[in-house]
Structures are given as structure tokens and as C-alpha cells.
């Protein structure tokens, strides 16, 4: 499930006032089954609180009106927590005077709990025979709860078992009050015994794997951090250790000797093929490319007004060297033929939520097919093995294109006249007009993002710096990069807030080295490092820095984040502000 936290808060704490309203016998049996008819209409004129998304994952399940593209049952799981929230706040005004009259006790307050083991709470695990669950070394009995929840069917999952893997999922769940209403359902204590076989395998993040300590999170579960920015353009090529980490779900863990990646909608059928299938019977292609996550420079748009995701730096960004089989190779050997009715290819990952939704997304077949297009299917990452926080054993690097279309821990590929149905091409990665909010967006009016716009920021120095007038010059550095293959030609950089330019040297691969010669046209997939050594002004005691990138079609940056902004905070690539002080010894 992909539940707004604050819906999520909301119907549950609604469902709680319900709970204590039956008994005070302010709602009646009946009126029980009038309230799930109600929340059907409600999630209608609920209107922004229909937009679906994860605090751990940023993911949106909206579409206009509230509508969601996903499986019908999800379709019914946003409407029913949006009216939840509605039917909340009129319940809340018209019974809090019941409510402190007629205070709802907890079972563990009125009586002394048994003790249950995993194998009697395994024997609840329908609404026939009782839905318990265990939670923290406690036994809950929620059939009651299961039957008011709006998502009571996808609660039904944890039936019998442990609930930790599906809360672990959504951050939400560790509010108090979040735990305060699970409590009110607790019937017993979970023997010492099965407690700590739970501790071991309910954690869907227990598995991840380690990550270097200096890197910025952005959240813990789903991984998602950024190197810092200071140090991301010292290298050419960005070490995979600092390579920012963007996970939607729990890593996978596989076997590279078992590894199969099954091709469908081919004309003679399903082909599977083997980590050595692709490693043997295809040649090994280098390609060095950029990603870009979507949400770069969120943080600078969170200024403008508030947006949903992330908020991730200027780091969200970093070039590497990739290696693997041509994905055109691959598709040409088992049966994809040139001009053939397919429109889109399809990526499926690995990776799955606790309903065994995979992350999927899809790009163009004439991206895919395309001879200068260099998209991989990738197994290595700067001469080693893929990491598996970036894809291990194989990935699709699509150069030139956002990075939600890179998918990790590749499983599927599917040739198809339709993209991707998957919510991250339909409901997300759209870019909007800033007055487009919540209640008015329409995500089948955008087209799903692929090429990224041309943009640069500035690593050193950092916001803030102080420098001292003494050392006579100062040092600027950063990056430059534009999607679709179109090269960074020229950086031009002010240090009194844009009344002023200077263009900056395009750097090579090595420090102190001017950039290679260019790339064939439209296959500059690689960023651009670049640096300008000034002058301090004498006056000066504090200076703007901002930079600006200019591209191979004269696409240029725009100065400010405002007539940009869109709720999902994607597509950041204003001029690049960064304001210091000059101390005067």
C-alpha cells in the first residue's frame, strides 16, 4: 500500500473515535455499514487529500480528481482514507463532549494479558476465524479494526503474522498516537520464544546493505542519501560509494548464479536469459553517462512553497562509468525486429512492496533501438561489479534520460504498443504548472518525463563560507549537465548576485585538464566539471555566487525557482545561488 501519511493518520484516528462511539452507542451497528457507504462520495470531495504518497518512498497515487491508475483495489483505498479524513473532522467536532465523558480504556488496562505462541496467533488469520497479529512482542486480535479499516483487505496480508514488515515499509507508523490506537487491540504478549525469531525476519530493510557513513539521508527506509556536495565534484567520475542512493523499496537480495532476465511480448515468445547469457553472448559496451534523480534540488524549491518528496540537495546527481550488453544487441538477437508495432520497453524491477507491486518504468523504442541511444543493460559500475544499492547483478542505463527510468535489479522487460501502467510512469515523474495543486491535477494531461533539462550548481565553496579578503582569489567549482545527449557548451558565473558574468574553464576527466573534445552530436551523456579562479573584490563583504549552464540547443537556465515550481518538486534547475561572507583581517 501507498498511504499518505496524514490520511493515513487520519483514518486511523477516525477509526479509533468510531471505535470508542460504538461504545458509548453513539454509533450503532448500522450506522457502521452507513459509514463505509459513505466513503466512497467523500473521497470524491476530499479533494487533495486524494493524492497518495509515501514519506519513505515519495511516491503519488493521484490522478485528476483524486483518481488513482493502479489496481481497482487501490483505486478503492484512496477513495475510502480520503473520506476517512472527511468523516474525521466532523466527527471529531460534533462528539468530543461524549468522548471525555465516556473515556475508552485499552484491554491491557482492565485485564492481565496471556501469553500466546506464534503458532495459536498463526490459527486467526481470517475474519471467520479472528485476524490477530503481532507487533513489538504483543498479540493484537483486529478483526474488529480490519472491518471498519478502508484498507482492512491489504491488512489481512499480515493475518496470523507479524506486522512489522508491512509498517516498516511507510515511516508513519512510529508515531505515538499511531501506536496508541494499535494498543487498544491488544489481547496478549507473544512467547519469548517466537519474539525473537520475529526480531530476525520482519525488517524488509533488515537485508540492505551497508552504506558509507558520510553520506546526507534523506531516509532510512527506503535508503535514499546524497553524497556531500562539497566533495561531489572533486571527481570526474563520482565513486560508487558517494554515488547518491535512490531507493523506492527495500534493496533485493540475488543470486547472481540463479539470475534470469525473461523478455516478453516477442513474436515467437518469452525468452529468458542468464547474468552469463549477457556477459557471454553479447559484446561488452562502456558507456559513461550521468543520472539525474528528478528531485534534484528540491530542497531550493521547499523555499519557494512546499512541495511532496524528498528534499534532497544539489547532489542528487553523479557521472559513472557503466559496462554491460547494448540493450539493442540483446533485443535484436532474441526477435525484436526494426519498425515492428512496439511503442514502448518496459522495465520491471526486482524490488517489490509488501503487496508484490515491482517498480517499473518504461522509455521509448526508439531510445531502446537506437544505435546512438547506448541504453545497457548494465553489470558493472566503474570497472567493479554493480553495488546492489545501485542495481546488482543488472540495471538499465538509459543516458540522457531521468533517472526513474534507470531501473535497478532489472527481472522483466516487456516489448508493448502501451508504456509502462505502473504509478511511477502514470502518476509521478510529471512535471506541472506552478498553479497546478493538489485538488486540480490531472496526471494524463503531462506526458511522463524522460529528458532531463539542462542544469549546473555550485559544490565549492559551500553556503555560508567565510573567506578571507587576504587570499586575494577565490576558487568557484561545480557541475554542468543537460539531457538528451545535449552538451554543456558554456558556464557563466556572477559573484554579485548576476549584475556581472564571467564564463567559466569546462574542465576534462582530470583536474587542471580542459574538457575532451566534444562528443558526436546529441551523445554527451556525461556531466561537465567545471571552475573559475577571481579575484576578491577589496569592498566586498559579502558576495552571491550564481551560476548558469548553457547547452548544445542554447537551452539555458532560469533565474529563479518560482515560475517553475510544481507540487511534486521536480525538474529544480534555476541558477544556482550561493552566498558567502569576505572577512577582512
Not at 496478549?188 to 530476525?200: A, H, R, T, Y
Not at 507491486?357 to 523504442?365: C, G, L, M, Q
Not at 558526436?520 to 576578491?536: M, N, S
Request: aromatic share 8%.
Amino acid at each position: 500500500m501507498h498511504i499518505d501519511p496524514l490520511q493515513h493518520i487520519a483514518s486511523m484516528l477516525f477509526l479509533r473515535h468510531c471505535h470508542g462511539l460504538t461504545r458509548v452507542g453513539l454509533f450503532k451497528t448500522n450506522r457502521l455499514q452507513s459509514l463505509q457507504d459513505l466513503a466512497s462520495p467523500l473521497s470524491v470531495c476530499a479533494g487533495g487529500l486524494c493524492a497518495q504518497w509515501s514519506s519513505n518512498g515519495g511516491r503519488y497515487h493521484s490522478g485528476p480528481h483524486g483518481h488513482i491508475h493502479t489496481p481497482r483495489w487501490k483505486h478503492l483505498l484512496a477513495g475510502l482514507l480520503a473520506g476517512s479524513g472527511a468523516v474525521l473532522s466532523y466527527g471529531l467536532y460534533h462528539n468530543q463532549a461524549e468522548q471525555a465523558a465516556t473515556p475508552v480504556k485499552s484491554k491491557e488496562e482492565t485485564s492481565v494479558l496471556p501469553i500466546y505462541t506464534q503458532e495459536e496467533v498463526a490459527k486467526h488469520c481470517s475474519p471467520a476465524k479472528g485476524v490477530w497479529v503481532t507487533y513489538k512482542g504483543g498479540v493484537y486480535d483486529i478483526t474488529d479494526f480490519v472491518a471498519l479499516h478502508p484498507g482492512g483487505d491489504k491488512i489481512l496480508l499480515a493475518a496470523g503474522g507479524p506486522l512489522e514488515p508491512f509498517w516498516a515499509l511507510y515511516a508513519v507508523h512510529n508515531q505515538e498516537h499511531v501506536q496508541e490506537i494499535l494498543s487498544e487491540y491488544k489481547v496478549g504478549e507473544l512467547s519469548p520464544e517466537d519474539c525473537k525469531q520475529v526480531v530476525s525476519t520482519t525488517d524488509p530493510y533488515a537485508d540492505d546493505p551497508p552504506r558509507h557513513p558520510a553520506l546526507k539521508v534523506n531516509s532510512q527506509k527506503p535508503f535514499n542519501a546524497e553524497p556531500p556536495s562539497q566533495i561531489l565534484a572533486e571527481n570526474y567520475i563520482t565513486p560508487s560509494a558517494f554515488f547518491f542512493k535512490r531507493n523506492h523499496l527495500p534493496v533485493p537480495k540475488v543470486d547472481p548464479s540463479t539470475y534470469q532476465l525473461e523478455i516478453h511480448g516477442l513474436p515467437k515468445g518469452p525468452v529468458s536469459l542468464s547474468l552469463m547469457d549477457l556477459k557471454s553472448r553479447f559484446p561488452k559496451h562502456t558507456v559513461t553517462a550521468t543520472l539525474q534523480c528528478a528531485g534534484n534540488r528540491r530542497m531550493e524549491m521547499n523555499q519557494v512553497k512546499q512541495v511532496k518528496g524528498l528534499s534532497w540537495g544539489i547532489a542528487a546527481i553523479g557521472n559513472a562509468t557503466w559496462a554491460g550488453a547494448r540493450l539493442r544487441d540483446v533485443l535484436l538477437e532474441v526477435g525484436c525486429k526494426p519498425g515492428s508495432n512496439f511503442q514502448h520497453v518496459v522495465f520491471e524491477g526486482l524490488d517489490r512492496d509488501v503487496t508484490g507491486t515491482a517498480y517499473e518504468a518504461s522509455i521509448p523504442i526508439s531510445k531502446a533501438m537506437s544505435e546512438e541511444g547506448d541504453v545497457l543493460l548494465a553489470y558493472e559500475m566503474n570497472g567493479e561489479e554493480l553495488p546492489r544499492d545501485h542495481g546488482f547483478p543488472v540495471r538499465v542505463v538509459v543516458p540522457g534520460i531521468v533517472g526513474a527510468r534507470n531501473v535497478k535489479w532489472l527481472a522483466k522487460i516487456v516489448l508493448s504498443e502501451e508504456e509502462s501502467s505502473s504509478h511511477w510512469q502514470q502518476n509521478d515523474y510529471k512535471g506541472f504548472s506552478p498553479g497546478t495543486d493538489w485538488d486540480t491535477v490531472d496526471y494524463k494531461s503531462a506526458p511522463a518525463i524522460q529528458e532531463l533539462p539542462v542544469q549546473s550548481a555550485i559544490t565549492q565553496p559551500a553556503e555560508g563560507s567565510v573567506v578571507d579578503l587576504s587570499q586575494g582569489v577565490l576558487t568557484v567549482k561545480g557541475y554542468a549537465w543537460s539531457g538528451g545527449g545535449r552538451e554543456v557548451i558554456r558556464v557563466d558565473v556572477s559573484l554579485d548576485g548576476g549584475k556581472t558574468w564571467q564564463v567559466a574553464t569546462l574542465r576534462g576527466e582530470e583536474e587542471g585538464q580542459e574538457a575532451a573534445p566534444s562528443p558526436p552530436l546529441g551523445r554527451a551523456w556525461a556531466w561537465k566539471l567545471w571552475e573559475l579562479t577571481v579575484a576578491l573584490p577589496a569592498e566586498a563583504q559579502e558576495l552571491e555566487i550564481i551560476c548558469k549552464a548553457v547547452d548544445s540547443s542554447y537551452n539555458v537556465q532560469p533565474d529563479t525557482m518560482g515560475p517553475i515550481w510544481n507540487l511534486r518538486g521536480i525538474l529544480g534547475n534555476a541558477w544556482h545561488r550561493v552566498k558567502i561572507t569576505v572577512r577582512k583581517d
